[in-house]
Protein backbone atom coordinates (compact mmCIF):
# COMPACT_ATOMS: atom_id res chain seq x y z
CA UNK A 1 0.00 0.00 0.00
CA UNK A 2 0.99 3.47 -0.96
CA UNK A 3 2.16 5.80 1.90
CA UNK A 4 0.39 9.46 1.55
CA UNK A 5 4.11 10.44 1.60
CA UNK A 6 4.64 8.57 -0.98
CA UNK A 7 1.72 9.73 -3.11
CA UNK A 8 2.80 13.83 -1.86
CA UNK A 9 5.95 13.13 -3.05
CA UNK A 10 5.66 11.77 -6.03
CA UNK A 11 3.05 14.52 -7.36
CA UNK A 12 5.37 17.34 -5.48
CA UNK A 13 8.33 16.02 -8.33
CA UNK A 14 6.03 16.83 -10.98
CA UNK A 15 5.86 20.71 -9.70
CA UNK A 16 8.94 21.24 -7.83
CA UNK A 17 12.44 20.82 -8.17
CA UNK A 18 13.50 17.67 -6.63
CA UNK A 19 10.22 17.49 -4.85
CA UNK A 20 10.92 19.69 -2.00
CA UNK A 21 12.14 23.48 -0.90
CA UNK A 22 15.24 22.96 0.50
CA UNK A 23 17.96 20.19 -1.08
CA UNK A 24 18.53 18.42 2.45
CA UNK A 25 14.70 17.54 2.91
CA UNK A 26 15.02 15.60 0.17
CA UNK A 27 16.55 12.63 1.69
CA UNK A 28 18.87 11.81 -0.95
CA UNK A 29 21.83 11.52 1.26
CA UNK A 30 20.04 8.91 3.28
CA UNK A 31 18.10 7.49 0.86
CA UNK A 32 13.75 6.73 1.14
CA UNK A 33 11.42 8.88 1.08
CA UNK A 34 10.89 12.41 2.69
CA UNK A 35 8.32 13.00 5.47
CA UNK A 36 5.80 15.26 4.68
CA UNK A 37 4.33 16.86 8.49
CA UNK A 38 1.35 17.74 9.48
CA UNK A 39 0.95 18.50 13.05
CA UNK A 40 4.19 19.82 15.76
CA UNK A 41 3.22 20.17 19.49
CA UNK A 42 6.60 20.13 22.18
CA UNK A 43 8.76 17.57 21.14
CA UNK A 44 6.92 15.27 18.91
CA UNK A 45 5.78 15.95 15.33
CA UNK A 46 2.86 14.01 13.23
CA UNK A 47 3.09 13.26 9.58
CA UNK A 48 0.63 12.97 6.74
CA UNK A 49 -0.06 9.26 8.06
CA UNK A 50 -0.71 10.13 11.56
CA UNK A 51 2.63 8.47 12.65
CA UNK A 52 4.29 10.06 15.40
CA UNK A 53 7.94 10.72 15.79
CA UNK A 54 10.21 12.57 18.64
CA UNK A 55 11.91 15.47 16.62
CA UNK A 56 15.48 16.60 16.61
CA UNK A 57 15.44 18.86 13.72
CA UNK A 58 13.26 21.52 15.49
CA UNK A 59 13.26 23.18 12.06
CA UNK A 60 16.72 23.24 12.02
CA UNK A 61 17.26 24.87 15.66
CA UNK A 62 14.47 27.64 15.85
CA UNK A 63 11.95 24.89 17.71
CA UNK A 64 13.65 26.12 20.98
CA UNK A 65 10.82 25.76 23.05
CA UNK A 66 9.18 22.88 21.03
CA UNK A 67 6.51 23.07 18.75
CA UNK A 68 3.13 25.07 19.21
CA UNK A 69 4.03 26.72 22.09
CA UNK A 70 0.85 28.18 23.14
CA UNK A 71 2.21 31.64 24.75
CA UNK A 72 4.07 32.08 21.23
CA UNK A 73 0.83 30.75 19.28
CA UNK A 74 -1.15 33.04 21.51
CA UNK A 75 0.45 36.33 20.92
CA UNK A 76 0.93 35.76 17.05
CA UNK A 77 -2.88 35.10 16.93
CA UNK A 78 -3.47 38.77 18.65
CA UNK A 79 -0.50 40.55 16.54
CA UNK A 80 -2.17 38.86 13.32
CA UNK A 81 -5.42 39.87 14.19
CA UNK A 82 -4.59 43.29 13.10
CA UNK A 83 -2.79 42.58 9.98
CA UNK A 84 -0.12 40.27 8.56
CA UNK A 85 2.41 43.35 7.47
CA UNK A 86 2.44 46.88 7.36
CA UNK A 87 5.83 47.52 5.00
CA UNK A 88 6.29 49.85 7.32
CA UNK A 89 7.72 50.47 10.85
CA UNK A 90 6.40 49.00 13.80
CA UNK A 91 7.23 49.64 17.47
CA UNK A 92 7.60 45.65 17.54
CA UNK A 93 10.58 46.01 15.49
CA UNK A 94 12.14 48.63 18.36
CA UNK A 95 11.41 45.68 20.91
CA UNK A 96 13.11 43.12 19.49
CA UNK A 97 16.22 45.25 18.47
CA UNK A 98 16.42 46.58 22.08
CA UNK A 99 16.31 42.66 23.72
CA UNK A 100 18.89 41.49 20.96
CA UNK A 101 20.81 44.47 21.92
CA UNK A 102 20.50 43.41 25.75
CA UNK A 103 20.97 39.69 25.00
CA UNK A 104 23.59 40.44 22.69
CA UNK A 105 25.69 43.91 23.61
CA UNK A 106 28.25 43.14 20.82
CA UNK A 107 25.26 43.81 18.57
CA UNK A 108 25.03 48.18 18.56
CA UNK A 109 22.95 48.66 16.25
CA UNK A 110 20.53 46.04 14.46
CA UNK A 111 18.59 45.51 10.92
CA UNK A 112 15.67 42.46 10.72
CA UNK A 113 15.83 40.72 7.58
CA UNK A 114 13.53 37.74 7.14
CA UNK A 115 16.35 34.97 6.29
CA UNK A 116 19.78 33.95 7.49
CA UNK A 117 20.96 34.30 3.81
CA UNK A 118 19.89 38.13 4.15
CA UNK A 119 21.99 38.32 6.92
CA UNK A 120 24.74 36.99 6.09
CA UNK A 121 24.56 38.32 2.64
CA UNK A 122 23.76 41.82 3.54
CA UNK A 123 26.57 41.68 6.60
CA UNK A 124 29.18 40.75 3.96
CA UNK A 125 28.37 44.20 1.90
CA UNK A 126 28.42 45.88 4.59
CA UNK A 127 31.59 45.00 5.76
CA UNK A 128 32.99 45.43 2.38
CA UNK A 129 31.29 48.90 2.22
CA UNK A 130 33.07 49.98 5.41
CA UNK A 131 36.33 48.68 4.72
CA UNK A 132 36.95 49.39 1.19
CA UNK A 133 38.05 46.04 0.25
CA UNK A 134 36.66 43.00 -1.74
CA UNK A 135 38.38 39.59 -0.09
CA UNK A 136 36.10 37.88 2.17
CA UNK A 137 37.46 34.25 3.97
CA UNK A 138 35.50 31.91 4.82
CA UNK A 139 35.97 28.00 6.32
CA UNK A 140 35.50 24.60 4.70
CA UNK A 141 32.41 22.84 5.13
CA UNK A 142 30.71 26.27 7.01
CA UNK A 143 27.63 27.21 5.15
CA UNK A 144 26.32 30.65 5.53
CA UNK A 145 23.62 30.73 3.36
CA UNK A 146 23.16 30.79 -0.72
CA UNK A 147 24.48 33.93 -1.98
CA UNK A 148 26.86 33.30 -4.81
CA UNK A 149 30.32 34.52 -2.89
CA UNK A 150 29.86 32.30 -0.08
CA UNK A 151 29.13 29.22 -2.04
CA UNK A 152 33.17 27.98 -1.95
CA UNK A 153 33.55 24.75 -0.11
CA UNK A 154 30.24 24.87 1.59
CA UNK A 155 28.60 23.12 4.19
CA UNK A 156 25.23 21.92 4.77
CA UNK A 157 22.94 20.59 1.87
CA UNK A 158 25.62 21.10 -0.70
CA UNK A 159 27.98 18.57 1.31
CA UNK A 160 25.46 16.30 -0.17
CA UNK A 161 26.11 16.97 -3.84
CA UNK A 162 29.67 18.46 -3.71
CA UNK A 163 32.70 16.60 -4.96
CA UNK A 164 34.85 16.42 -1.35
CA UNK A 165 38.22 16.86 -2.91
CA UNK A 166 36.93 20.26 -5.11
CA UNK A 167 39.19 23.05 -3.22
CA UNK A 168 38.74 27.04 -3.88
CA UNK A 169 36.05 26.35 -6.82
CA UNK A 170 32.33 27.06 -6.49
CA UNK A 171 30.30 24.67 -4.51
CA UNK A 172 26.99 25.76 -6.64
CA UNK A 173 26.90 25.73 -10.75
CA UNK A 174 25.77 29.21 -11.43
CA UNK A 175 28.38 30.84 -9.36
CA UNK A 176 30.91 32.81 -11.52
CA UNK A 177 34.34 32.23 -11.13
CA UNK A 178 35.22 35.77 -10.79
CA UNK A 179 32.31 36.01 -7.81
CA UNK A 180 34.45 33.28 -6.48
CA UNK A 181 37.77 34.64 -6.89
CA UNK A 182 37.41 37.16 -3.96
CA UNK A 183 36.29 34.39 -1.80
CA UNK A 184 39.23 32.54 0.13
CA UNK A 185 38.76 29.26 2.24
CA UNK A 186 40.50 28.05 5.25
CA UNK A 187 40.25 24.94 7.37
CA UNK A 188 38.51 25.63 9.97
CA UNK A 189 40.50 24.55 13.44
CA UNK A 190 43.66 25.74 11.40
CA UNK A 191 45.26 28.69 13.49
CA UNK A 192 48.49 28.66 11.55
CA UNK A 193 46.55 28.77 7.92
CA UNK A 194 44.60 31.79 10.23
CA UNK A 195 48.27 33.28 10.66
CA UNK A 196 50.05 32.53 7.25
CA UNK A 197 47.09 34.24 4.86
CA UNK A 198 46.80 37.41 7.13
CA UNK A 199 50.85 37.82 7.14
CA UNK A 200 50.56 37.71 3.21
CA UNK A 201 47.32 39.83 2.50
CA UNK A 202 45.76 41.13 6.09
CA UNK A 203 45.41 44.51 4.51
CA UNK A 204 43.10 42.93 1.35
CA UNK A 205 40.93 41.27 3.64
CA UNK A 206 37.48 42.85 4.05
CA UNK A 207 36.02 40.28 6.17
CA UNK A 208 36.25 36.79 7.50
CA UNK A 209 33.03 35.29 8.27
CA UNK A 210 32.85 32.23 10.97
CA UNK A 211 30.20 29.52 12.68
CA UNK A 212 31.92 30.10 15.52
CA UNK A 213 30.26 26.25 16.91
CA UNK A 214 29.72 25.24 13.49
CA UNK A 215 26.21 23.37 12.60
CA UNK A 216 26.53 22.59 9.09
CA UNK A 217 29.21 20.28 8.51
CA UNK A 218 27.56 18.52 11.79
CA UNK A 219 28.31 19.90 15.00
CA UNK A 220 32.09 21.27 15.20
CA UNK A 221 33.53 22.71 18.09
CA UNK A 222 35.85 25.22 17.73
CA UNK A 223 39.47 25.36 19.72
CA UNK A 224 39.88 28.46 21.69
CA UNK A 225 43.08 29.09 20.54
CA UNK A 226 42.13 29.25 16.72
CA UNK A 227 38.86 32.28 17.96
CA UNK A 228 41.04 34.53 19.80
CA UNK A 229 43.96 34.42 17.34
CA UNK A 230 41.27 35.18 14.35
CA UNK A 231 39.76 38.03 16.99
CA UNK A 232 43.68 39.35 17.47
CA UNK A 233 44.21 39.23 13.69
CA UNK A 234 41.00 41.06 12.74
CA UNK A 235 41.83 43.88 14.87
CA UNK A 236 45.35 44.16 13.96
CA UNK A 237 44.51 44.52 10.09
CA UNK A 238 41.24 46.17 10.28
CA UNK A 239 39.59 43.45 9.06
CA UNK A 240 35.83 43.42 9.82
CA UNK A 241 34.92 39.83 11.81
CA UNK A 242 31.49 38.79 11.86
CA UNK A 243 30.47 36.01 13.63
CA UNK A 244 27.64 33.91 11.50
CA UNK A 245 25.00 32.80 14.69
CA UNK A 246 22.42 32.23 12.36
CA UNK A 247 22.20 28.26 14.09
CA UNK A 248 24.32 29.21 17.58
CA UNK A 249 22.50 32.22 18.38
CA UNK A 250 20.68 31.64 21.23
CA UNK A 251 21.10 27.79 20.61
CA UNK A 252 24.38 27.63 22.62
CA UNK A 253 23.64 30.00 25.64
CA UNK A 254 21.82 32.57 25.91
CA UNK A 255 24.55 35.56 24.65
CA UNK A 256 25.23 33.15 21.66
CA UNK A 257 28.36 31.06 21.01
CA UNK A 258 30.21 34.93 21.38
CA UNK A 259 29.35 35.11 24.76
CA UNK A 260 29.98 31.29 25.51
CA UNK A 261 33.47 31.54 24.09
CA UNK A 262 34.08 35.17 25.11
CA UNK A 263 35.23 36.35 21.57
CA UNK A 264 33.57 39.46 20.64
CA UNK A 265 33.18 39.89 16.90
CA UNK A 266 32.64 43.07 14.87
CA UNK A 267 29.74 42.12 13.17
CA UNK A 268 26.69 39.29 13.94
CA UNK A 269 23.97 37.60 12.10
CA UNK A 270 21.14 35.79 13.49
CA UNK A 271 18.03 34.10 12.55
CA UNK A 272 16.37 30.74 13.82
CA UNK A 273 15.50 30.83 17.43
CA UNK A 274 15.16 35.15 16.65
CA UNK A 275 11.77 33.86 14.41
CA UNK A 276 10.75 31.44 16.54
CA UNK A 277 9.75 29.27 13.68
CA UNK A 278 8.77 32.04 11.74
CA UNK A 279 11.00 33.62 9.13
CA UNK A 280 13.16 35.87 10.68
CA UNK A 281 16.94 37.19 10.24
CA UNK A 282 19.00 39.80 11.38
CA UNK A 283 22.72 41.80 11.32
CA UNK A 284 24.70 44.21 13.58
CA UNK A 285 27.68 44.92 15.29
CA UNK A 286 29.23 48.11 15.93
CA UNK A 287 27.44 50.89 15.51
CA UNK A 288 30.32 52.89 13.24
CA UNK A 289 30.14 50.06 10.99
CA UNK A 290 26.15 49.70 10.81
CA UNK A 291 26.09 53.41 10.18
CA UNK A 292 27.37 52.33 6.27
CA UNK A 293 23.82 51.06 5.70
CA UNK A 294 21.18 53.28 3.25
CA UNK A 295 19.00 55.17 4.23
CA UNK A 296 22.08 56.88 6.42
CA UNK A 297 24.62 55.44 4.69
CA UNK A 298 26.20 54.29 1.26
CA UNK A 299 25.43 50.52 1.60
CA UNK A 300 21.97 49.61 -0.10
CA UNK A 301 20.02 46.52 1.28
CA UNK A 302 16.01 46.19 1.67
CA UNK A 303 13.35 44.05 2.47
CA UNK A 304 9.47 44.47 1.49
CA UNK A 305 8.67 42.13 4.57
CA UNK A 306 11.38 42.64 6.77
CA UNK A 307 10.50 43.24 10.15
CA UNK A 308 7.31 41.85 9.93
CA UNK A 309 4.96 42.22 12.77
CA UNK A 310 3.59 38.40 13.05
CA UNK A 311 7.39 37.00 12.33
CA UNK A 312 8.64 39.70 15.13
CA UNK A 313 6.00 38.58 17.81
CA UNK A 314 7.00 34.65 16.86
CA UNK A 315 10.35 35.89 17.60
CA UNK A 316 9.86 38.28 20.94
CA UNK A 317 7.93 35.72 22.31
CA UNK A 318 10.63 33.12 21.96
CA UNK A 319 13.39 35.36 23.28
CA UNK A 320 11.40 36.40 26.38
CA UNK A 321 10.80 33.13 27.18
CA UNK A 322 14.32 31.52 27.12
CA UNK A 323 15.22 33.86 29.47
CA UNK A 324 14.00 31.99 32.49
CA UNK A 325 16.45 30.93 35.51
CA UNK A 326 18.22 27.79 34.42
CA UNK A 327 16.63 27.31 30.81
CA UNK A 328 20.14 27.05 29.25
CA UNK A 329 21.52 24.51 32.05
CA UNK A 330 18.75 22.33 31.92
CA UNK A 331 18.35 22.17 27.92
CA UNK A 332 22.27 20.77 28.41
CA UNK A 333 21.80 18.69 30.46
CA UNK A 334 19.06 17.14 28.59
CA UNK A 335 21.52 17.11 25.43
CA UNK A 336 24.18 15.94 27.45
CA UNK A 337 22.44 13.09 28.77
CA UNK A 338 21.11 11.95 24.77
CA UNK A 339 24.52 12.26 23.64
CA UNK A 340 26.18 9.90 26.82
CA UNK A 341 23.25 7.68 26.12
CA UNK A 342 24.31 7.01 22.38
CA UNK A 343 27.69 6.61 23.16
CA UNK A 344 26.86 4.18 25.49
CA UNK A 345 24.44 1.95 23.40
CA UNK A 346 27.07 2.10 20.60
CA UNK A 347 30.09 1.23 22.93
CA UNK A 348 27.76 -1.54 23.68
CA UNK A 349 26.94 -2.72 20.42
CA UNK A 350 30.79 -2.76 19.65
CA UNK A 351 29.94 0.05 16.82
CA UNK A 352 32.59 2.39 16.00
CA UNK A 353 30.71 5.65 17.13
CA UNK A 354 31.05 9.22 19.16
CA UNK A 355 29.12 12.46 19.73
CA UNK A 356 29.33 15.90 21.59
CA UNK A 357 27.16 18.43 22.49
CA UNK A 358 27.03 22.15 23.00
CA UNK A 359 24.29 23.78 25.00
CA UNK A 360 21.21 22.16 22.61
CA UNK A 361 23.06 21.34 19.83
CA UNK A 362 24.55 17.91 18.99
CA UNK A 363 26.33 16.28 16.82
CA UNK A 364 26.63 12.27 15.65
CA UNK A 365 29.50 10.50 14.04
CA UNK A 366 30.38 7.26 12.69
CA UNK A 367 34.21 7.50 13.53
CA UNK A 368 36.75 6.90 16.30
CA UNK A 369 36.71 10.81 17.60
CA UNK A 370 34.70 13.25 17.61
CA UNK A 371 35.87 15.74 14.54
CA UNK A 372 37.24 18.70 14.25
CA UNK A 373 37.59 19.65 10.46
CA UNK A 374 35.76 19.37 7.34
CA UNK A 375 38.54 17.04 6.19
CA UNK A 376 37.20 14.56 9.30
CA UNK A 377 34.08 14.62 8.89
CA UNK A 378 34.03 13.70 5.49
CA UNK A 379 35.77 10.49 6.41
CA UNK A 380 33.34 9.65 8.96
CA UNK A 381 31.71 6.23 7.73
CA UNK A 382 28.72 7.53 6.23
CA UNK A 383 26.88 4.44 5.06
CA UNK A 384 26.36 3.59 9.06
CA UNK A 385 24.88 6.77 9.69
CA UNK A 386 22.32 6.17 6.78
CA UNK A 387 21.81 2.98 8.19
CA UNK A 388 21.00 4.33 11.99
CA UNK A 389 19.11 7.18 10.50
CA UNK A 390 16.36 4.94 8.96
CA UNK A 391 16.42 2.47 11.61
CA UNK A 392 15.79 5.30 14.25
CA UNK A 393 13.25 6.24 11.59
CA UNK A 394 11.71 3.66 11.70
CA UNK A 395 11.03 3.57 15.88
CA UNK A 396 9.49 7.07 15.01
CA UNK A 397 12.46 9.23 16.08
CA UNK A 398 13.29 12.13 13.68
CA UNK A 399 16.98 12.88 12.66
CA UNK A 400 18.64 14.98 10.12
CA UNK A 401 18.43 13.22 6.90
CA UNK A 402 22.53 13.65 6.08
CA UNK A 403 25.69 12.76 8.18
CA UNK A 404 26.41 15.98 7.65
CA UNK A 405 23.90 18.27 9.76
CA UNK A 406 24.32 19.13 13.34
CA UNK A 407 21.34 17.94 15.53
CA UNK A 408 18.57 19.65 18.49
CA UNK A 409 16.95 19.42 21.43
CA UNK A 410 13.86 21.59 22.47
CA UNK A 411 13.29 22.68 26.13
CA UNK A 412 10.38 20.51 25.66
CA UNK A 413 11.97 17.28 25.18
CA UNK A 414 11.40 15.18 28.46
CA UNK A 415 13.36 12.62 30.48
CA UNK A 416 10.81 9.68 28.98
CA UNK A 417 11.88 11.33 25.41
CA UNK A 418 15.29 10.76 25.66
CA UNK A 419 14.40 7.33 27.35
CA UNK A 420 12.70 6.53 24.22
CA UNK A 421 15.28 7.54 21.61
CA UNK A 422 18.09 5.64 23.53
CA UNK A 423 16.26 2.17 23.70
CA UNK A 424 15.68 2.70 20.04
CA UNK A 425 19.29 3.73 19.31
CA UNK A 426 20.09 -0.02 21.32
CA UNK A 427 17.88 -2.01 18.02
CA UNK A 428 19.91 0.62 15.58
CA UNK A 429 23.39 0.18 16.47
CA UNK A 430 22.77 -3.09 16.55
CA UNK A 431 21.24 -3.97 13.25
CA UNK A 432 24.24 -1.78 11.24
CA UNK A 433 26.32 -3.68 9.06
CA UNK A 434 29.47 -2.09 7.98
Known sequence: MTSTNQTLFEKSLALIPGGVNSPVRAFRSVGGTPIFFKKGLGSKLWDVDGKEYIDYINSWGPMILGHAHPQVIKAVQEVAANSLSFGAPTGLELEIAELINKLVPSMEQVRLVSSGTEATMSAIRVARGFTGRNKLVKFEGCYHGHSDALLVKAGSGLLTFSDPNAK????????????AAHTLTLEYNNTQQLKDLFAQIGKEIACVIIEPVVGNMNLIVPDQEFLQTLRELCT??????????????FRVALGGAQALYNIKPDMTTLGKVIGGGLPVGAFGGRKDIMQCLAPI???????????????????????KLI???????????????LVEGLKAAAKEAGVIFSAQSVGGMFGLYFSEKCPTSYDEVMHSNKEAFNQFFHSMLDSGIYLGPSAFEAGFVSAAHSDADIAKTLNAAKVAFSRIKV
Open 236 to 249: QHGTVLIFDEVMTG
Open 297 to 319: GSVYQAGTLSGNPVAVTAGLETL
Open 168 to 179: GVPSSAGVPAEV
Open 323 to 337: QAPDFYSRLAAQTQK
